[in-house]
């Protein structure tokens, strides 16, 4: 990213309650970035994946917060997923087969999946005891 017009940092309580405020600041960001109403909404449901998992899983339970950073240029957003939890690169794990009937299928990995395919490119790393995805998208 090379012209970056925005940068913004949100800082909430990893827990569903944030889940709205969460989705608005990142829509905004998109919007802030020229994104379609398509792009901007495909953004937020892969957002959404990623979160509600971070408020799931990450903590355990224990309370926790998560960073959301958005870094906006025209027609490309990268929204960086931030928190202390315990280790988890969603990357790492097969996407399941999509062609499997819900019944031959074993639970779990969908809504990542899912989350890969609407975005350019998800990547994911750990530094100092930190959860990082990255997610960029073209809108």
Same mark, same amino acid.
């Given at each position: 990213?090379?012209?970056?017009?925005?940068?913004?940092?949100?800082?909430?309580?990893?827990?569903?309650?944030?889940?709205?405020?969460?989705?608005?600041?990142?829509?905004?960001?998109?919007?802030?970035?020229?994104?379609?109403?398509?792009?901007?909404?495909?953004?937020?449901?892969? =957002?959404?994946?990623?979160?509600?998992?971070?408020?799931?899983?990450? +903590? @355990?339970? *224990? &309370? #926790?917060?998560? /960073?959301?950073?958005?870094?906006?240029?025209?027609?490309?957003?990268?929204?960086?997923?931030?928190?202390?939890?315990?280790?988890?690169?969603?990357?790492?794990?097969?996407?399941?087969?999509?062609?499997?009937?819900?019944?031959?299928?074993?639970?779990?990995?969908?809504? =990542?999946?899912?989350?890969?395919?609407?975005?350019?490119?998800?990547? +994911? @790393?750990? *530094? &100092? #005891?930190?959860? /990082?995805?990255?997610?960029?998208?073209?809108?």
């Amino acid at each position: 990213m090379s012209d970056v017009l925005n940068k913004a940092d949100l800082l909430v309580d990893a827990s569903y309650a944030e889940l709205e405020k969460v989705l608005d600041f990142v829509s905004d960001a998109a919007r802030g970035a020229c994104f379609s109403k398509e792009s901007t909404a495909e953004l937020a449901i892969a =957002v959404e994946e990623i979160f509600t998992n971070i408020c799931k899983y990450a +903590y @355990e339970d *224990v &309370d #926790g917060e998560a /960073r959301i950073i958005c870094l906006a240029e025209p027609g490309q957003i990268r929204v960086d997923l931030i928190d202390s939890g315990k280790a988890f690169d969603p990357t790492a794990h097969a996407d399941p087969d999509a062609n499997l009937a819900t019944k031959d299928r074993k639970p779990g990995g969908l809504g =990542v999946f899912i989350a890969k395919k609407l975005v350019m490119s998800m990547t +994911y @790393e750990r *530094v &100092d #005891g930190q959860n /990082r995805l990255t997610l960029i998208k073209e809108g």
